[in-house]
């Protein structure tokens, strides 16, 4: 999107959140670079706390990734006072589009710090689950599907089918549990961009979390063997959920198997970030 259509955009939502009494008219918005898919801006106000106000932009969903404002501010009203995502000022489906405000956070991005992470994975998983996020359904059948239906040609075939799989325990799942989607601050971890939240097998965050070409394509490298173990130990740890380990072992190469085809079907739309994205994961599945 060019400079100018996203002032456009600016000046409209300025207008929406004025006419709304949300945003006073003489705030200053600075827009944000880290989002891959929407608009976001931090609005500085003066005698107030910052804000920021985010603009979804339409059919920018993918095969693996909701962009679904509706569902990310049911997220954060039912995590509201629990200082593991931004408070949520206000929603709304306006003429540009679904829009939000909520309170900015200060702190910092990710520092690879494993063990905060499986510890705020596990307290949003033992979050009790709001009524109305839709079901993630985890299987291998369903894993393969999704590779095939992403890259139907050019794709190895898929690894073994677990033959020995404990059953899924459905929780509270982010769904972009990534390290740009991390922010650290001084009373622990927070996470960010809640649109593609879902009720489901703890594995998928668990796999979304320790996919290499997630942890690149946000700035980050691949975790070791030695940290992967470590934050499986620590989420075991903080969760008591053996069951979701279990899965997460058992379904890692599908998950790996499923990445590759996600990432061939990014490179095919032009984001060559994700042609190298796709050789980590295969690295991943030939280990797993």
């Known amino acids: 999107m060019d400079e100018k259509l996203r002032q456009t955009k600016r000046e409209q939502l300025r207008r929406i959140w004025s006419d709304a009494s949300v945003i006073p008219d003489a705030a200053h918005w600075s827009l944000l670079t880290g989002g891959r898919t929407n608009l976001i801006w931090r609005v500085d106000m003066q005698d107030a706390p910052p804000l920021v106000c985010k603009l979804f932009i339409p059919n920018t969903?993918?095969?693996?990734?909701?962009?679904?404002g509706t569902r990310e501010a049911l997220a954060l009203?039912?995590?509201?006072?629990?200082?593991?995502?931004?408070?949520?000022?206000?929603?709304?489906?306006?003429?540009?589009?679904?829009?939000?405000?909520?309170?900015?956070?200060?702190?910092?991005?990710?520092?690879?710090?494993?063990?905060?992470?499986?510890?705020a994975m596990a307290r949003l998983h033992a979050r009790t689950l709001p009524v109305g996020l839709p079901e993630l359904t985890v299987t291998p059948a369903s894993l393969i599907a999704d590779g095939h239906?992403?890259?139907?040609?050019?794709?190895?075939?898929?690894?073994?089918?677990?033959?020995?799989?404990?059953?899924?325990?459905?929780?509270?799942?982010?769904?972009?549990?990534?390290?740009?989607?991390?922010?650290?601050?001084?009373?622990?971890?927070?996470?960010?961009?809640w649109q593609c939240p879902a009720a489901g097998d703890s594995s998928a965050d668990i796999a979304?979390?320790?996919?290499?070409?997630?942890?690149?394509?946000?700035?980050?490298?691949?975790l070791s063997k030695n940290e992967i173990a470590r934050f499986l130990s620590?989420?075991?740890?903080?969760?008591?959920?053996?069951?979701?380990?279990?899965?997460?072992?058992a379904l890692a190469p599908?998950?790996?198997?499923?990445?590759?085809?996600?990432?061939?079907?990014?490179?095919?739309?032009?984001?060559?970030?994700?042609?190298r994205a796709a050789s980590l994961e295969l690295d991943a599945l030939e280990q797993a």
Request: charged share 15%; aromatic share 10%; hydrophobic share 40%.
């Open 61 to 68: 969903a993918t095969p693996l990734f909701a962009n679904d």
């Open 77 to 119: 009203r039912a995590l509201s006072g629990s200082r593991m995502a931004p408070e949520l000022v206000a929603f709304q489906d306006s003429t540009l589009g679904e829009t939000m405000v909520y309170q900015h956070i200060d702190g910092h991005p990710w520092n690879g710090d494993v063990t905060a992470a499986a510890q």
């Open 149 to 193: 239906g992403m890259s139907p040609s050019g794709l190895t075939p898929p690894p073994p089918v677990p033959q020995a799989l404990p059953d899924a325990h459905r929780v509270f799942l982010h769904g972009d549990f990534v390290p740009g989607n991390i922010i650290v601050t001084s009373d622990g971890l927070r996470l960010i961009d």
């Open 208 to 222: 979304m979390f320790l996919s290499p070409a997630m942890q690149m394509l946000y700035g980050h490298r691949p």
């Open 234 to 249: 620590d989420y075991l740890h903080a969760s008591q959920d053996a069951r979701a380990i279990a899965r997460y072992h």
């Open 254 to 275: 599908l998950y790996h198997w499923r990445m590759v085809a996600y990432c061939h079907w990014k490179s095919a739309r032009g984001d060559q970030d994700y042609a």
